[in-house]
Nanobody, 129 residues
Framework: QVQLVESGGGSVQAGGSLRISCTAS????????MAWFRQAPGKEREGVAG????????HYPDSVKGRFTISRDNAKNTLYLQMNSLKAEDTAMYYC??????????????????????WGQGTQVTVSS
């Protein structure tokens, strides 16, 4: 099974940019569908970006569409989330998540909690206004 470790979180002013990363180990990374979720204090965890095994298909909720970009480098076993035009409401713990694909494709649409079984410990992103 895959192990996930996030990095790159930090503090940034509103309007700024930040890129966070997730490094995978322990299994064949390219066989996994990947996603980023976030959870703010007192709120439920929500999906902010999903990507298929090859990186050709991505999905975002309206709240981040046009500002966030998910990508992956299968040669480096790494997942990225580029976040631009950050807002105070983007402040949250950001989690990397994986789903073994096997013979099946990756889920379509906004990433859903129930579709992903492997999680990292999270990296904090704080946006000050």
């Amino acid at each position: 099974q895959v192990q996930l470790v996030e990095s790159g979180g930090g503090s940034v002013q509103a309007g700024g940019s930040l890129r966070i990363s997730c490094t995978a180990s322990g299994d064949t990374y390219s066989m996994y569908c990947m996603a980023w979720f976030r959870q703010a204090p007192g709120k439920e965890r929500e999906g902010v970006a999903g990507i298929d095994r090859g990186g050709g298909r991505t999905h975002y909720p309206d709240s981040v569409k046009g500002r966030f970009t998910i990508s992956r480098d299968n040669a480096k076993n790494t997942l990225y989330l580029q976040m631009n035009s950050l807002k105070a409401e983007d402040t949250a713990m950001y989690y990397c998540a994986a789903r073994y694909s096997g013979w099946y494709g990756c889920p379509e649409g906004e990433p859903a909690l129930a579709d992903f079984g492997y999680w990292g410990q999270g990296t904090q992103v704080t946006v000050s206004s």
